[in-house]
């Protein structure tokens, strides 16, 4: 155990033992086990080591950030340990420790004991022991040399064996020892120089001989070992007392109990494979036989179980004599070999062991894996590369027994993602991709392929093709400046990888530094000065090299914020309306000058901005006198604005009030009297006002005290009827009077003014008449507006007008219309009366335009017929309308007062804008709105009427050409019996098939088309006929009475076809010589069928023929379907020989069909395919034996 303490710094410290302190040395070498801890403290001695326990050898590094030389360190070891510090040419301090306690021993007898129950025994060692170490197995060592207290216990027995079984092929390696294979290699230790390793050479002698000494002592003053003693003798002590016997007795009958056992575990038989796969295998044993041949228990003495065995399983895949590694420890009979190689012979033993005796292997056991799709190869490797194409080249890889066929490259094509194509399918292990762009990333992943499928990818890997050196980047550009970082970002290229940015800091002096080197476009700096200048350059790298530096740019960090000011103080003497305010700048300004400093005063209405400005004092003016007012001041610099100070407080010097606002009436005024009342004034000067003053100013220029008092309201009496009077007031303090305030002008009570005298009317035009009047008496009060009412004869005055003027323009008056007009004068005390009316008649005009709602337009072919009503005439009668179809086409004119016209000659299928005008006697009228209408299209022409397929109950009727773009809609009427058509078919579709038709019958057709402008013509009537009916299918109903030469053969009669006869025709199939033969033709039902062959297979089918009466000739049916029969064999004459005599008669007389050859040949074929397969099996395995 080591403690080291590293009090100076941070030093590379290496620790290392040799390998025989882990390994087994020979004849009496000492066994160690070695164990570290590290405490780490800082250089300060601040805080409490951190404590590092390493199990067995390690190697523990610690950077060093000292320019001094490594110097020796003070090292804590437990006692019995050996320290040697050494600094090597490389200038490393290096520490080797020797450590005499041991780790479990490992021998090739029993192995540890992780389990709970007795302690193992130790029998008849067969071969020198040596020690080992495992890294999932911990040494306990005591507490007391642990500075840290005791170290963590070792892993749970079930923990230990899964970690001995899954960590690399041989986890017991004194098995290998016993298969006589060198010990297994530990963690490799670091390379020592030449003195290094004269100074260990010299430590491993000295401790050489210490362990000499020790072993001399222990042999001549230690008794024999107490595992000796109980170790294997505990099986008989069950049963057999051996109290009485001395040492030599004892060590006698355990040596006879172990070669007994010995020989048990043994007796174990070679295991059973089964459930072979490419990659696993399963093993089946028998535990050690312990009955004789007579079925008697011969190890009844030691009261053995055979549960209490533990199989090892031991594997080799280097033949029958290579070595053996264990695979599994188990108290099973069966395990499952897993992580086996494909198309691999194994050989595989059993290792019986009883605590601490091993008995010897069992029989090897052969097997081997199958075969199976090779394994994922390794990622392909670029050999060459230029600007578009890529030279990637690859290892082979285990074809797992059966051979490779093919290595698939698959490649993104640069898409990104998981989507990959294949580029590549051959056996070659090289190719070159062509037709790739000029610095592309690409991607690409490796396959091979055997006769037994796919291997799985490789691991994908990147390349990119050739490109050019980047060229100069733009300077980086300041996305965002901070206090102490700046943000920065420039143009990301597509031919660039990396970037590599330098600042330049002018306070320190050291030029040019890099501060960012990677692939992204932006970096933020940090750990800047604040309000500082810092100069930065780019450069952009790729894999052709790096560009020149950008141009120098300059960027400035922001400056901090400042600390708020001091409080703000009155400096000299305070005035009424005004003082001056100062205060002192911040003790800390952020980094930079203060721009500006914010006065805020608060004067009852909280804090206000007063004002902004640069130097720390202000005058305050235009204050209220006698107020309170409290500021507060921040300053704002580049960093942003600072708090606000503390608040200070400054009052003004009170004077006079100030002018009152002017007196108000409360309610109307009277004819003498007024009452009047007021406010106080807006500023009373910074003293409460004690009284008023009310002041009256009188037509004639005189003026008089009304009021004086505390109240602000009063009542003036002693005024004059419909006179202007002026009144003001003012208020006192303890300083004094302040100013009068403005007059309140008021007029006594006056009167209605005087009607109006008649008004005067002229007429403008039919639709605007101007009226005007003279202004009348006022009496007392200005008229402030005047109501004209306007009125069409016989009715009442309903339209008012309110003017302010002596005229007004009357518009949207009706042409050739009597109206009357009055006119009203208005004031503050009431309305006048109404003057005189006046009556006038507007003069006609020109008729108004015709509403478009109210023209109905009725389209036809060749004409148009308009319908409208009449517009107003105004005043004259209308004489004439004429009516616009567009610029295309004449006009066309109506005289008098007609609302209808028909407009023929017009062209179909074409489009009019019309719109109509009245005209009168004065002159024309407006156009009526816009209406767009078209003629009707011509009804569509009837088509030609063509018949496609004629059969003998249906014909299929065509029309028109082409598809039926127009939708036309047509019509088909057929003629009935008694001469009328009936539409059949109506619809766009340009084929019809008319059905349910009588044979050899004429029937007439016709067909009228029709479209959105209505129903053309009907078409000439065609006529067409329908054919004669072929005989329906004639099925043979059965067939009877079959002999070995004859058959009788029935089929079914049809209905007869009028006068027509009906024939039947039979037609015979032989299967053996295939020959189709017409047997029969006639007008009977059935036929008997002579001359035929014994055991032969026949077809017979039947058809109908109609022979027309008109002499047309035969129309022939379709054959119905074949009906299958077998003729008799004939009997064997009854012949008195030998059985075997008769036999071979009959097989001579016996022919065999076809198909009965055919299956005696595939026999024959299958039984000599496998006489051959034996035979190549055996050859095979008479090679590999030989071999």
Not at 740 to 767: A, R, Y
Not at 1091 to 1096: A, I, S
Request: glycine fraction near 8%.
């Amino acid at each position: 155990m080591l403690t080291t303490m590293i009090a100076s710094g941070y030093y590379e410290t290496s620790v290392a033992c040799p390998p025989e302190l882990y390994g087994g040395g020979g004849g009496g070498a000492t066994e160690f086990y070695t164990e570290f801890c590290f405490g780490i403290q800082d250089m300060n001695g601040i805080g409490a080591p951190h404590p590092c326990t390493v199990h067995g050898p390690a190697t523990v590094r610690m950077v060093s950030n000292n320019s001094s030389p490594p110097i020796p360190m003070p090292v804590q070891v437990p006692p019995g340990h050996m320290v040697q510090q050494i600094v090597d040419e490389t200038g490393t301090l290096r520490h080797v420790i020797l450590s005499p306690q041991p780790p479990m021993a490992v021998s090739m007898g029993p192995p540890p004991n992780f389990g709970p129950g007795p302690a193992p025994s130790t029998g008849p060692p067969t071969n020198p022991p040596f020690y080992t170490y495992h890294p999932a197995y911990t040494h306990p060592v005591s507490a007391q040399y642990h500075p840290h207290g005791p170290l963590p216990p070792p892993p749970p027995p079930h923990h230990m064996t899964h970690q001995l079984h899954s960590h690399g092929p041989s986890p017991h390696p004194h098995l290998h020892q016993h298969q006589g294979s060198p010990p297994p290699t530990l963690h490799p230790l670091l390379h020592l120089d030449d003195r290094a390793q004269r100074q260990y050479n010299k430590m491993k002698r000295k401790l050489d001989a210490r362990q000499r000494e020790n072993q001399a002592v222990c042999h001549t003053s230690t008794p024999t070992s107490p595992k000796k003693q109980n170790g294997i003798k505990k099986y008989k002590d069950r049963n057999t007392s051996t109290s009485g016997l001395d040492e030599s007795d004892r060590s006698q009958e355990d040596d006879e109990e172990a070669r007994a056992l010995t020989e048990l575990l043994s007796n174990v038989c070679a295991p059973q494979v089964s459930q072979l796969t490419a990659r696993s295998a399963f093993l089946q044993w028998k535990p050690p036989n312990m009955y004789s041949d007579s079925g008697e228990n011969k190890y009844s003495e030691y009261d053995i179980q055979e549960s209490e065995f533990v199989y090892e399983v031991l594997i080799s895949d280097r033949g029958k004599e290579g070595k053996y590694r264990v695979v599994h420890s188990l108290g099973g009979l069966e395990y499952i070999l897993k992580d086996l190689k494909p198309a691999k012979e194994y050989h595989v033993c059993i290792q019986a062991l009883l605590d601490d005796l091993r008995g010897q292997p069992s029989d090897v056991a052969m097997f081997k894996t199958l075969s199976c799709e090779p394994d994922p190869p390794s990622p392909p490797k670029l050999v060459n590369r230029t600007k578009t194409s890529l030279t990637l080249k690859w290892n082979t890889v285990a074809d797992n027994g059966s051979k490779l066929t093919a290595f698939v490259l698959e490649s993104d094509e640069s898409k990104g993602g998981s989507h990959f194509q294949e580029i590549f399918s051959g056996i070659q292990k090289q190719y070159r991709v062509i037709k790739l762009t000029l610095s592309t990333l690409y991607r690409f992943r490796l396959a091979a392929v055997n006769e037994m499928g796919k291997s799985g990818y490789s691991e994908v890997v990147s390349y990119s093709t050739s490109g050019s050196v980047p060229s100069q980047p733009s300077p980086p550009q300041l996305k965002e400046a901070f206090i102490n970082r700046l943000h920065l970002e420039w143009e990301e290229r597509p031919n660039d990888d990396s970037y590599t940015l330098q600042m330049d800091d002018a306070l320190s002096g050291h030029g040019f530094l890099p501060v960012f080197d990677g692939p992204e476009n932006n970096y933020l700096t940090c750990g800047l000065l604040r309000n500082t200048e810092y100069f930065f350059r780019l450069r952009a790298n790729n894999e052709e090299g790096s560009s020149l530096w950008s141009e120098t740019v300059v960027y400035r960090t922001l400056p901090e914020k400042p600390d708020p000011p001091s409080r703000p103080l009155l400096k000299g003497r305070a005035h009424s309306t005004s003082f001056k305010v100062s205060w002192d700048p911040p003790k800390d300004t952020g980094g930079a000058d203060i721009m500006s400093y914010t006065l805020q005063m608060d004067s009852g209405n909280g804090f206000e901005d007063r004002c902004v400005r640069q130097d720390n004092e202000y005058n305050c003016e235009r204050l209220l006198p006698g107020q309170l007012y409290r500021f507060r001041v921040s300053c704002t610099g580049p960093g942003g604005c600072s708090g606000f100070s503390e608040v200070g407080t400054i009052s003004t010097v009170p004077v006079c009030p100030g002018q009152c606002s002017p007196p108000r009436l409360h309610g109307k005024a009277k004819a003498i009297s007024v009452h009047l009342k007021w406010g106080p004034p807006e500023k009373d000067g910074g003293s409460p006002v004690t009284e008023y003053e009310v002041n009256v100013t009188n037509p004639d220029s005189s003026s008089r005290l009304a009021y004086r008092g505390r109240e602000t309201e009063c009542v003036v009496a002693g005024l004059l009827p419909g006179k202007n009077y002026q009144f003001r007031v003012r208020a006192y303090n303890k300083v004094g009077d302040g100013e009068w305030s403005d007059p309140l002008n008021v007029t006594s009570k006056p009167g209605p003014p005087s009607p109006p005298n008649e008004p005067q009317v002229t007429c403008k035009s039919p639709h605007v008449v101007v009226v005007s009047w003279e202004e009348p008496n006022c009496n007392g009060a200005p008229i402030t507006e005047y109501r004209l009412e306007t009125v069409q004869k016989d009715s009442d005055f309903s339209q008012t007008h309110s003017l302010s003027g002596l005229t007004h323009d009357v518009k949207g008056l009706s042409p050739a219309t009597h109206y009357c007009f009055r006119v009203q004068a208005v004031n503050s005390a009431g309305c006048s009366s109404f003057s005189p009316s006046v009556s006038l008649v507007t003069p006609p005009s020109f008729p108004a335009a015709i509403p478009s709602s109210t023209i109905r337009v009725t389209c036809e072919p060749y004409s148009l017929t308009l319908c409208w009503s009449a517009p107003n005439a105004n005043g004259s009668d209308i004489v004439a309308y004429n009516i616009d179809l567009g610029d295309k086409h004449n006009p066309v004119s109506i005289n008098g007062d007609i609302c209808e016209h028909r407009i023929e000659g017009l062209p179909p299928e074409t489009t009019f804008r019309i719109r109509i005008q009245a005209v009168n006697g004065v002159g024309v009228g407006p156009f009526s709105s816009l209406i767009k209408t078209s003629t009707k299209a011509l009804p569509p022409l009837p088509p030609k009427l063509d018949c496609a397929v004629v059969s003998h109950n249906s014909l299929r009727l065509r029309w028109g050409e082409g598809r039926n773009v127009d939708l036309t809609q047509y019509t088909l009427e057929m003629e009935t019996r008694n001469g009328c058509f009936v539409p059949i078919y109506q619809g766009t579709s340009l084929f019809y098939k008319v059905g349910k038709l009588s044979e050899t019958t004429e029937y007439r057709f016709r067909i009228v088309a029709s479209n959105d402008a209505g129903r053309g013509p009907h078409s000439e009537v065609y006529a067409f006929s329908t054919s004669k009916a072929s005989p329906p299918i004639t099925k043979v109903t059965r067939v009877m009475n079959v002999t070995e030469t004859s058959a009788v053969v029935e089929w079914q009669a049809i209905r007869p076809f009028g006068d027509d006869r009906l024939l039947y025709q039979l037609q015979l199939l032989n299967s053996r010589n295939q020959e189709n033969c017409l047997l029969y033709k006639g007008s009977a039902t059935s036929f008997e069928i002579q001359d035929l062959e014994p055991k032969v297979e026949y077809t017979v089918r039947v058809s109908a023929i109609r022979e027309c009466c008109d002499g047309t000739g035969c129309l022939v049916g379709s054959f119905g379907p074949s009906v299958t029969f077998v003729t008799l064999c004939k009997e064997v004459p009854k012949v008195e020989v030998t059985d075997e005599v008769s036999v071979s008669q009959s097989c001579e007389n016996k022919q065999l069909t076809d198909q009965q050859w055919a299956v005696v040949i595939l026999c024959g074929f299958t039984l000599f395919a496998v006489l051959v397969a034996v035979l190549i099996q055996n050859v095979i395995a008479y090679s590999k034996g030989t071999s």
